[in-house]
């Protein structure tokens, strides 16, 4: 009898572990939202964040609708961002769809958007450690501007969800919500 043998399972099982794929880490998630932004793929953008943050977004734009004065602007909105959508459909919509369908409203209502992201280049440069669960991944954005580029620092941060990295939604976010509720009052 060999006497690896008996070790064959062992050994079978220590290569298996040795050659698992690594987590995912900060670095990993960022690159794949910018490429998903580039793409306009909000599925997998939105594969890279924390389902609470994407639910605040949702009910921060949803809260900020229902406050809104009926008016025209509330109806454009509606029309333009959403696709006719009422706030109550909105309130039924997935988390990650709402932002998937706010995005496109928001990519189709400004072409240079539009162009900016599908050329926005980002090199990810590392992660800072905010203790245990959370880190800031620090990328470099190139974007066109114009005739030219515009170089950008910027941070995203990422929570721990169990053994992977969610991304959290940057404060662009709120100001772009902010700036919702500045068109929906009445002039």
């Given at each position: 009898?060999?006497?690896?043998r008996?070790l064959?399972?062992?050994?079978?099982?220590?290569?298996?572990?040795?050659?698992?794929?690594?987590?995912?880490t900060?670095?990993d998630i960022?690159?794949r939202?910018?490429?998903?932004m580039?793409?306009g793929d909000?599925?997998?953008?939105?594969?890279?964040?924390?389902?609470?943050?994407?639910?605040?977004f949702?009910?921060?734009?949803i809260?900020t609708?229902?406050?809104?004065p009926?008016?025209?602007?509330r109806q454009?909105?509606?029309?333009?961002?959403?696709?006719d959508?009422?706030?109550?459909?909105?309130?039924a919509?997935?988390?990650?769809?709402?932002?998937g369908i706010?995005?496109?409203g928001l990519?189709?209502?400004?072409p240079?958007?539009?162009?900016t992201?599908?050329?926005?280049?980002?090199?990810?440069?590392?992660?800072?450690?905010?203790?245990p669960?959370?880190?800031?991944?620090?990328?470099?954005?190139?974007?066109?501007?114009g005739?030219?580029?515009?170089t950008?620092?910027?941070?995203?941060t990422l929570?721990?969800?169990?053994?992977?990295?969610?991304?959290?939604?940057k404060?662009?976010?709120q100001?772009?919500v902010?700036?919702f509720n500045?068109?929906?009052?009445?002039?």
């Amino acid at each position: 009898m060999n006497p690896l043998r008996p070790l064959a399972p062992l050994l079978l099982l220590l290569l298996t572990v040795s050659h698992s794929p690594a987590a995912d880490t900060p670095e990993d998630i960022v690159g794949r939202q910018i490429a998903a932004m580039r793409d306009g793929d909000w599925e997998k953008f939105t594969s890279c964040m924390s389902e609470a943050t994407l639910k605040e977004f949702q009910n921060s734009v949803i809260e900020t609708l229902k406050a809104a004065p009926e008016s025209g602007n509330r109806q454009q909105i509606l029309h333009v961002f959403f696709g006719d959508k009422s706030v109550g459909d909105l309130t039924a919509v997935k988390p990650a769809d709402f932002f998937g369908i706010f995005m496109n409203g928001l990519r189709e209502t400004n072409p240079i958007l539009k162009d900016t992201m599908a050329k926005a280049e980002g090199k990810v440069i590392g992660h800072v450690d905010e203790g245990p669960n959370t880190t800031h991944v620090l990328v470099r954005m190139v974007m066109p501007l114009g005739n030219g580029r515009m170089t950008k620092m910027d941070v995203t941060t990422l929570q721990r969800d169990g053994d992977t990295w969610k991304a959290q939604l940057k404060s662009d976010m709120q100001a772009v919500v902010n700036n919702f509720n500045r068109m929906l009052q009445p002039r």
